[in-house]
Every structure is written in structure tokens, then in C-alpha cells.
């Protein structure tokens, strides 16, 4: 089986400051309802067996778009809702996605604010190893995940929620910004790094499953793929910019 999950449970506060309404940042579109983000994420990962999209925020209305939109898609769409999207950090929305994987087989994870091209996401696709993302855009504590790589050879991940300063604790070869999608190999190793967590853990950021996964591969196990043209759309002002590239 090969599994897509997409976390967009958020309230998107940033955004939803310049929209006229509330509003699901991966559901917002102009001209067309197949230019929401959660649609055009969908169409460029590839072909799954199984979608999983985890909302919380504005359920309902994540309920009526894949109803109304993604009939395409069928049964291969299962919707999981995120009970604590207000109170839990985002490393629940994906325990939440993660619990939906019921088959074994390979996990690719996607935050569902981002944008990129079909082309530049088929090598994580393709990859018969787990992934690791990274983009080329400059690394800014208020809102860049980062990716470092220590001494030993293994990656680590920083973000700061409250936006403020990152700090990187070690001596370190090299260091990145994430692009922010994963994919997982083995379900059964995801489903083992879940298990190793405590409860505090799982309401935290997802970076600590991504960790705790990573953790356990040698350097040999993962492949590290490179995205030219990426995008984290956290304004209106940043949806406006994908559009333009928008099939």
C-alpha cells in the first residue's frame, strides 16, 4: 500500500487576515475550486492507494470540498478529524493520519500549506528509501523548519512555535531548510516511532515522530531530495504568488 497524508486541522491565523471570511487555508481558491491547495497537492504527489487528509478547523467545510470536488479520488479519500487542532501541537494531526495507516507498506507526509511542482516531487515518489526534504530558500527562525545534520551523520530538526530564535545545540556538518514533507519507508517502523513517544510527545510539533523515525535509519536508509521550486503559503499574499503556477 502507499499512503498520502496532508495535515490542514490549523486555524490559519496568519492568513485569514486578509480573507474575507474564515477560511480553511488549503480549501482557499480563485477562479476555480480545483486551485484550493488540497486539491492541486493531491494531484501533484502522484497516485496513492490511500488518501488521508486530517482536519479540525472548519471541518465541515473540508467535508463538503472533498464531497463536492475530489469525487475523482472515490473511497481512496478518507477524512480523519483532529478533536484537538485548538489544543495540541501538530504532531497530533499527524498521529491522527498515522493511526488511519491500517496496511503495510509507505507513508509519504505532506503539511497541507505547501505548494510545489509535480516534477520536483517525483523523486520522492520514486524513491524505493525513505526522504527527506529540503528547499533552497533562506533559513528564517520565524518560519523556517530547520534541518541540521550532526557530527554523527544523522539529521535533526529545529522550529521555534514561537517564532522567535532557533538554536542549534551541537557541532554540525551541515544545515537546511526543510521543505516539509517526509516520506516513511516502512509503516511499520512509523508505527513503532509513535509507540516510542510519550503522550506529551504526540501533542507537540510532528517533528518529534519525524525524529524519532529518522533516529533509527543509517544514513544508507534515506535519500535527501531538493526542491527548486517550493512554497509555504501563509498569507493570501503567498497563495497569490502559486497561483500563477497553478495547472
Known sequence: MKYLIITVAGTATRFNRDTEKETLKCLYYKDSPKFALLNQLIKNCGEYDKYIVVGGYLYSALEEYV???LQAYGDKIELVYNEHFKDYGSGYSLYKGIEAVKEPGDVTFVEGDLFFLKENFKPVY??????????????????????????????????????????????????????????????????????????????????????????????????????DAWYNCNTVADYNIVRELME
Open 126 to 227: 520514486d524513491s524505493e528509501k525513505s526522504v527527506l526534504t529540503i528547499n533552497r530558500e533562506p533559513i528564517y527562525s520565524n518560519k523556517a523548519v530547520a534541518l541540521y545534520v550532526s557530527t554523527d551523520g544523522r539529521p535533526h530538526y529545529l522550529y521555534d512555535t514561537n517564532h522567535s530564535s532557533l538554536t542549534i545545540p551541537e557541532p554540525f556538518l551541515a544545515v537546511f531548510n526543510s521543505a516539509q514533507m517526509w516520506k516513511f519507508q516502512s509503516a511499520e517502523k512509523l508505527h513503532e516511532a509513535v509507540a516510542s513517544l510519550t503522550e506529551k510527545q504526540l501533542q507537540g510539533t510532528n517533528l518529534e515522530i519525524i525524529q524519532a523515525y529518522f533516529n533509527k535509519l543509517s544514513r544508507e536508509e534515506y535519500d535527501v531530495v531538493t526542491f
Open 67 to 69: 464531497k463536492e470536488n
